[in-house]
């Protein structure tokens, strides 16, 4: 077989295994799941994150206590909103899925 005619083959398999139908693919384990909300600290380090769940009341009031302490230290906490915008936020919103605390800049 000339070099040529194997890359006609590979050309036609490719083009074959590009007319198959795509696999359905469902995660049913995620849907059925209540996710958990996030609180991000970014720091010079990197960043931590803190999950909890925001229907259990313990892990609520320690996201909050979290929330008032780092605002309170000059971080500014800001939410992603449905459409991907960041949203400052200076009380704690219970229903938020992601919170970015990030600190003060500072510069010169």
Known sequence: MSL???SVYRERSV?????LPKPRVEFRYLATEDPMA??????R???TRHNFDA???DAL???????RELTGAGFTAAVRTA???AVVKRTFDPNAEETLFFPRLVGG
């Open 61 to 67: 009031l320690k996201a909050e206590e979290r929330f």
């Open 83 to 85: 459409s991907g915008e």
């Open 15 to 19: 083009v074959w295994f590009a007319r």
């Open 4 to 6: 040529a005619s194997r």
């Open 55 to 57: 229907k259990n009341a």
């Open 45 to 47: 380090t990197g960043d």
């Open 38 to 43: 996030t609180q991000i600290v970014m720091d």
